[in-house]
């Protein structure tokens, strides 16, 4: 769908903004984050409450797993919205993103990431014509994107992700075995687990200035 010009009539101003249709997945933060966190401890605890049988161990195994997967599938939500600007306001929808508050963004791919207080939203053009426009539109008001990486690289996560998995078998294993390797999956789980939540985070890439590189 084109942006089209509408009235912001609302205001009583009389001036015309540009109004761009466009699809806004929003992700909770929280949410996202408590999933990352009842994951390592369900790895833990399952293979443990297996291993022993024990009715209570089961009932929580059965909580952290189903409350890890509650959590990270309704972190996300996605719905039709309007963005525009108003009186050099950005308002997605009925949200109004103020240029002097903290909020920054980042252009990713098709679409732009909003990094608000409450979550991360990604704005989507309905039509690729107007990924132009929705890049203008909102760096009219919240000024040029930011980059960000992750802290760590690509070569450092699967080995923290494959130092996860290894974890699970070795405590697997070792429960089923009676081995003294159970304890060290155990480890290797919470290691494993820590490590690539850490190195999968973003942040800032800030290039370096000529004495830094020097």
Same mark, same amino acid.
């Given at each position: 769908?084109?942006?089209? /010009?509408?009235? +912001? %009539?609302? *205001?009583?101003?009389?001036?015309? !903004?540009?109004?761009?249709?466009?699809?806004?997945?929003?992700?909770?933060?929280? /949410?996202?984050? +408590? %999933?990352? *966190?009842?994951?390592?401890?369900? !790895?833990?605890?399952?293979?443990?409450?297996t291993h022993l049988m024990a009715p209570l161990g089961l009932l929580a195994s059965v909580i952290l797993s189903g409350g890890a997967i509650w959590s990270f599938v309704s972190a996300r939500s996605r719905r039709a919205a309007n963005l525009c600007v108003?009186?050099?306001?950005?308002?997605?929808?009925p949200r109004a993103i103020h240029p002097a508050s903290s909020f920054t963004w980042s252009w990713r791919g098709d679409r732009a990431i909003l990094f608000l207080s409450e979550g991360n939203v990604a704005v989507r053009a309905r039509s690729q014509s107007d990924m132009g426009e929705l890049e203008a539109t909102i760096r009219s008001t919240l000024g040029s994107p930011l980059k960000y990486r992750r802290r760590g690289s690509f070569s450092t996560r699967v080995i923290a992700a494959s130092t996860f998995f290894v974890g699970l078998m070795?405590?697997?294993?070792?429960?089923?075995?009676?081995?003294?390797?159970?304890?060290?999956?155990?480890?290797?789980?919470?290691?494993?687990?820590?490590?690539?939540?850490?190195?999968?985070?973003?942040?800032?890439?800030?290039?370096?200035?000529?004495s830094q590189r020097d």
């Open positions: 769908m084109k942006a089209e /010009r509408v009235d +912001v %009539g609302p *205001l009583g101003s009389g001036r015309r !903004a540009t109004s761009l249709e466009v699809l806004a997945t929003y992700y909770n933060i929280r /949410r996202i984050r +408590v %999933g990352q *966190l009842l994951i390592p401890l369900a !790895a833990i605890v399952t293979p443990l409450a108003r009186n050099h306001v950005l308002h997605l929808g070795l405590t697997g294993l070792g429960f089923a075995y009676n081995s003294f390797i159970a304890p060290l999956g155990l480890l290797l789980i919470v290691f494993g687990g820590a490590a690539l939540g850490a190195f999968s985070q973003k942040i800032l890439d800030i290039p370096a200035t000529r």
